[in-house]
């Protein structure tokens, strides 16, 4: 779909905001029908800015801009809801999510469910959900979303149904084979772990554990190469506390 | 162009400097050049000496010209209470303001974990050793209102929890003398949620 060259109250989410030139921002947003798009925000860095502090990371806003291609101007950003009160370390999780639609969404590309879903996450993440948990069905939901939807429901030799007793090594961009229980190995996994994963339902630790290794490797090997800053971040705050 | 190669360099160099543009690059450059030599000189002097002699304090990375900066070294702040800032521009804020005789900590930045801006560049091993020292009471959580700013004061408010120090977030609201319907809504609803007992 193109983009008009003049958009009108659309939801969207600022994704990130870096410094442009002496007094204004660029914002990399995250809107419903149009994906990620980047957009300038004139005067944003003055003390008196029009935009008076409503353009923030985790604010739901209404926002209305003008220009295709390239960068866009804003002419409008209003808070739609209070903002989703995703507060403390709580923070860092939001960050993450951010980074993963700046590296796996192509500009201008439109992803309404993705919306929605970053939205419900963000709920989650402000309210008392395991942040792990929440941080994995994103990842699963953003996988499918941009066309690498993992199968973690059938074995990928006779697309069997996955038995949650078997064990399963799982090989990237064909999924799950079948291996012998004895077997172990970065990418192994119960049936159980892998069913869990694309259900969303964690009911253990382990299965987190396991959710959090398979992901990992996916997102690393679709990113080919580019690190994440945020996990890079978060893995030398711990190093500290 | 009419500009010699050592006109364009000193337009080029100047522009560095934050509001000047090429318009008040070529204003500043002519001044001197015509009107003001002495007062070149005098720049260029205060300059070179402030580059080499101003470096950062050792305790609390604000700018100074010993290993210790004045607020550090003076008997007359109180030691035990800390307060955290972003830039020396918040300190000198706050020195300003008169309302504090505590020392300080300059975390010359903030978390930005898409910038890939983590504690290493903070200092946070610095602030560390200071926490681990037992000296400090209390710490001042003064960062900025942003995302990341909150992100920095979370994580800061850990560090200081898992060495015993009580940490304390300046409060953000309503600014004094000011009118409540030009108070933006982000600005008002935390007012309203940080809202304290009034002793009438
Ligand atoms: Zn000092």
């Not at chain 1, 879903?117 to 402000?126: F, I, N, P, S």
């Not at chain 1, 069997?160 to 996994?189: C, K, M, N, R, W």
């Not at chain 2, 909150?150 to 003398?177: D, K, M, W």
Request: a negative charge; one cysteine or more.
């Amino acid at each position: 779909m193109t983009m008009p060259s003049h958009v009108d109250m659309q939801p969207a989410f600022i994704l990130h905001a870096r410094a442009w030139r002496e007094s204004s921002q660029i914002l990399e947003v995250f809107c419903r029908d149009h994906g990620r798009i980047g957009v300038v925000a004139r005067g944003a860095r003055r003390a008196r800015s029009r935009w008076a502090g409503h353009l923030r990371a985790f604010l739901p806003l209404s926002m209305s801009w003008s220009g295709r291609g390239g960068l866009c101007t804003l002419r409008s950003a209003e808070p739609t809801a209070r903002s989703l009160e995703v507060t403390g370390m709580r923070l860092m999780a939001g960050f993450y999510l951010n980074e993963l639609i700046m590296k796996f969404l192509e500009r201008g590309d439109a992803h309404p469910e993705l919306f929605a879903w970053y939205v419900q996450t963000l709920e989650q993440l402000a309210q008392d959900h395991d942040t792990e948990a929440v941080l994995r069905r994103f990842e699963v939901t953003l996988l499918r979303e941009v066309g690498y939807g993992l199968n973690l429901t059938h074995d990928a030799v006779d697309h069997q149904p996955l038995d949650p007793e078997q064990t399963y090594q799982f090989v990237i961009e064909q999924g799950a084979v079948p291996v012998g229980a004895g077997q172990s190995g970065q990418l192994v996994f119960s049936g159980a772990d892998i069913l869990a994963i694309g259900s969303g339902v964690y009911s253990d630790q382990r299965k987190l554990h396991s959710a959090k290794r398979l992901l990992r490797v996916v997102l690393d090997h679709y990113l080919g190469g580019r690190p994440l800053k945020t996990r890079q971040v978060l893995a030398s705050m711990r190093r500290c506390v | 162009m009419s500009f010699t190669p050592l006109l364009q360099r000193l337009l080029a160099a100047l522009s560095c400097l934050p509001g000047v543009g090429q318009k008040t690059a070529q204003r500043m450059a002519l001044h001197l050049l015509e009107k003001d030599r002495d007062g070149g000189r005098t720049l260029v002097e205060a300059l070179d000496e402030a580059l080499n002699g101003i470096g950062l304090c050792e305790r609390c990375r604000m700018f100074a010209e010993n290993s210790v900066c004045p607020i550090c070294a003076t008997e007359r702040r109180d030691k035990s209470i800390l307060c955290v800032v972003e830039t020396p521009a918040d300190v000198i804020a706050i020195e300003d303001s008169a309302s504090y005789s505590g020392v300080y900590f300059v975390l010359l930045g903030r978390l930005s974990p898409l910038d890939g801006i983590g504690p290493e560049e903070l200092g946070v091993e610095i602030l560390e050793h200071r926490l681990s020292g037992g000296e400090i009471r209390e710490l001042i959580l003064a960062t900025s209102a942003t995302v990341e700013g909150e992100a920095t004061a979370a994580f800061i408010a850990g560090l200081a929890h898992s060495h015993n120090v009580p940490a304390t977030r300046i409060a953000h609201g309503v600014p004094v003398g000011g009118e409540l319907e030009y108070v933006d809504s982000g600005t008002l609803s935390r007012a309203i949620g940080a809202r304290t007992s009034f002793e009438g």
